[in-house]
């Protein structure tokens, strides 16, 4: 089984447990450890046993707080986060953390280099990918059929484009090393989901140019026009400031 809680996700910062009976797995630490405590308690879950801290690429806001966490429990993609030479990740490549078996897949993002997560647990498996412009052969083909995805949605392209953003941010939130719209990963992500698709959460929303139920509703439309069923699929939206679980 894999539970998730995410706890902060968007551009202030993001943080998101991985777990199941026996092992945990911080995917990004870009909020205070204050805060980090502060939700693991309130969710019943004691911050001395995390075991694992993976990280997806470089900027602040996925790992502010790494230098709150020892060395020997930190992982990631080279010159992400300094690291010993042996908690090194490579994309593509299956690694046993406890009892989760975890492959690094590849993203396209101006912080380089930049992964997602494929993670496996028994019989089920989830696919944690954001800050991504588009999504790859090699990772598509690696996300298809999973029982769980937190996907990046990050912004309505009309809500970008009439907002007060400079061009120059404009440009690279909508280009290939940027950020994934709603429109681009419902596409992506109703290419994906199989039978054994169970949850999907929209993650790192754009608090300036998109809304959850705009989300949400892209989301249902391009299903709908894909002549995908949603009925046994559930989907929510991650937020900034309020944990909640998978």
Known sequence: MISALI???????????????????LIDYGI???????????????????????????????????ESVNINKRYSLKNVVPLKEENVLKYFEEYKFGSFLVTPIKASHDANPTCGYLIKSGDEDLIYLTDTGKIEKRTLSLMKNRTYYIIES????????????????????????????????????????????????????????????????????????????????EIKCAKQYEAIEL
Do not use: Q, W
Request: with cysteine; hydrophobic share 35%; charged share 20%.
């Open 7 to 25: 706890i902060a996700s968007g551009s202030k910062g993001n943080a998101t447990l991985i777990y199941n009976e026996d092992t945990s797995l």
């Open 32 to 66: 205070s450890e204050k805060y980090l405590n502060e939700k693991l308690i309130e969710f019943g879950k004691n911050p001395a046993n995390l075991n694992y801290f993976l990280f997806t690429h470089a900027h602040t806001d996925h790992i502010k707080s790494y």
């Open 154 to 233: 990050n912004h309505d392209v009309n809500m970008l484009l009439n907002s007060d953003r400079s061009d120059i941010l404009k440009n690279r939130i909508l280009s290939y090393r940027g950020h994934l719209s709603n429109e681009d990963s419902a596409f992506y992500i109703s290419s994906c989901v199989g039978v054994k698709t169970k949850k999907i959460v929209l993650a790192h929303l754009s608090e300036e140019c998109n809304t959850p139920e705009l989300a949400l509703k892209t989301y249902h439309n391009i299903f709908a026009l894909k002549g995908v069923n949603l009925d046994k699929i």
